[in-house]
């Protein structure tokens, strides 16, 4: 029996504040055996877990190959552009012939909303949502979290502000439903094309100013230009963003003393984020990738039900 609320991770709205404590309290102990010599733990063998990637993915992909891997899962790669999806298989008849294989539990990305969830519907694998369309991101919601509390010792009370294409971007989403359970306080900023027209229901502060949105704040989290949505003239050129909403230094000194600069990764360098921001001692962007790998190791374990080492009953 999984410990958590639902045996799927398929988004952070709606989770408990309890299992998300949970997974980042079972992801600190596994981040601790990523700095051990030998980053191996036997806590799932015998499971098989699926990674099914429509969408490519460099961070969230090969993070939770290792953390399967670095727990002694079997693991299975699938690559839409070398299978049967190129003779017209559909997605049900793709992953019910896999799951015939005996496969437990599936870490899917796809680029259309909701998928994950219809994958419940039509298996019996535990699901894991790796980022589906406009919809949510939830293991990056919660590395980023992880990462937060790492440094701060705690997320409540905490200002955070999430910057850029709101409208689009599922990693806002992630973020927004995890810090507000966790009872951090968020910001919003973008230009008002790239916030939704509902935004209030998020109960988050909105700003289409930057400096203002900047102003007294611990983190702010930088979410990626979508360059392909230029050509639907959301905003009016990557120059006038940059100048708009860009992250440089100069912008820095409105944040609080100990501030922390994030981004979930790939970055625009020069559009949404200079280069001198990206690499200073305030960002923490390649501590997010490490801290990814014990959080998917977290939620990897605790869906699975599995116990730990030394935690076996009779
Ligand atoms: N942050 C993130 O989801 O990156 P990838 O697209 O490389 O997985």
């Known amino acids: 029996m999984s410990q958590l609320a639902s045996r799927h991770l398929l988004g952070l709205e709606g989770v408990p504040q309890q299992d998300i404590q949970l997974i980042l309290d079972t992801a600190e102990s596994f981040r601790e055996v990523l700095d051990r010599t030998i980053k ?14 429509y969408e490519p993915s460099t961070r969230t992909r090969i993070s939770f190959e290792l953390a399967e891997k670095r727990l002694s899962a079997d693991t299975v790669a699938f690559t839409p552009s070398t299978s049967s999806v190129k003779k017209g298989e559909s997605l049900r008849d793709t992953v019910q012939n ?20 219809y994958l419940t519907n039509c298996m019996d694998a535990n699901i894991i949502n790796a980022g589906d369309g406009t919809h949510e991101h939830p293991t990056q919601g919660l590395l980023d979290m992880f990462t937060i509390r790492r440094k701060y010792g705690k997320l409540k009370g905490l200002r955070v502000v999430l910057v850029g294409d709101v409208k689009h971007s599922r990693v806002t989403r992630s973020n927004i439903w ?19 027209y509902d935004a209030e229901k998020f109960g ?11 102003e007294g704040a611990d983190v702010v989290n930088i979410m990626r230009i979508q360059l392909e949505r230029q050509q ?29 600069i994030m981004h ?10 200079t280069s001198e921001v990206a690499d200073s ?18 939620v990897l374990y605790l869906l699975s039900g599995r116990k ?3 935690e076996e009953g009779e």
Request: aromatic content about 6%.
């Open 204 to 214: 988050c502060d909105l700003y289409t100013n930057i400096d203002e949105a900047l």
């Open 308 to 310: 730990k080492e030394g």
């Open 232 to 260: 639907a003239g959301l905003f009016p050129s990557q120059r006038e963003y940059t100048n708009l909403f860009g992250i440089s230094k100069e912008r820095l000194k409105r944040l609080n003393k100990n501030y922390t």
């Open 264 to 273: 979930p990764g790939p970055m625009n360098r020069g559009v949404e984020i």
């Open 40 to 53: 191996k733990l036997p806590t799932l063998r015998g499971i098989t877990v699926l990674n099914l990637f």
């Open 178 to 196: 995890g810090l507000k359970t966790m009872g951090a306080s968020v910001a919003l900023c973008g230009p008002s094309t790239l916030i939704p």
């Open 98 to 117: 896999i799951e015939a294989m005996k496969i437990d539990m599936v870490v899917v990305r796809h680029s259309s909303s909701g998928v994950p969830y």
């Open 281 to 298: 001692d305030k960002s923490v962007i390649l501590d997010q990738v490490t801290n990814g790998q014990a959080v998917r190791m977290a």
